[in-house]
């Protein structure tokens, strides 16, 4: 099944703390980059949008999905590569650059920070499937849950797009997230991996 929903990866941070560009970091022997791409076409998407920064060619040269071309389908998926040449300024001017990104059938988008390595397919399909299955989902925000715990990634109706898309560069999201709690849907999932934020290279094995 694929989704009236797109994929946002958001890959294009220098990983300071953690050494160099967390995209470039490992799973085994796959990038995490490759692997959130990888679940996400796993669990049913057909659009993702990779948005890139800092060494943007070396970490589109390093993963699997590198040698597809805007427009082209990669494992069922068209993969979109998105320069922001603004990385710097905050991670919310890539979640802008990722969603002006998203196709027009687009209803709504996930947004997956590529230094969650270890959340499992199973999460990005829960979201979608509460999103199918909510009559205002448009208008909403999906959540996962687990161990009475929200996470990572988050999936965000269409309709919310524009408050995102009028922030600045570094404003958080949690000012978007929590601005109407009606609109907030908690999906529970069997993942501990939606907490897993690995911001040191000590830290990378958690959730392995």
């Not at 993963?63 to 710097?88: D, E």
Request: net charge neutral; glycine share 12%; aromatic share 6%.
């Amino acid at each position: 099944m694929t989704y009236p929903i797109g994929a946002v990866i958001l890959a294009a941070g220098a990983g300071r703390r953690f050494g160099g560009p967390k995209a470039l970091a490992r799973v085994g022997e796959e990038s995490w980059l490759s692997a959130a791409a990888g679940k996400i076409q796993e669990a049913g998407f057909g659009w993702i949008s990779i948005v890139l920064g800092v060494d943007a060619e070396k970490v589109r040269a390093d993963s699997s999905v590198g040698a597809v071309s805007h427009g082209n389908s990669a494992g069922g998926a068209t993969i979109s590569w998105v320069l922001n040449a603004r990385w710097s300024a905050g991670r919310t001017g890539s979640i802008a650059c990722g969603l002006s990104d998203l196709p027009s059938w687009s209803r709504g988008a996930i947004i997956h920070q590529v230094d969650f390595p270890f959340v499992k397919a199973l999460t990005f399909r829960a979201l979608a499937e509460a999103f199918e299955a909510d009559a205002g989902a448009e208008g909403a925000i999906f959540l996962p849950l687990e161990s009475g715990r929200r996470g990572h990634p988050i999936l965000v109706g269409r309709d919310v797009w524009p408050e995102i898309l009028e922030m600045g560069p570094d404003d958080p999201l949690r000012n978007v997230i929590h601005k109407v709690r009606a609109r907030i849907r908690e999906v529970a999932v069997s993942d501990s991996g939606i907490h897993g934020n690995i911001n040191r290279a000590t830290d990378a094995r958690i959730g392995e």
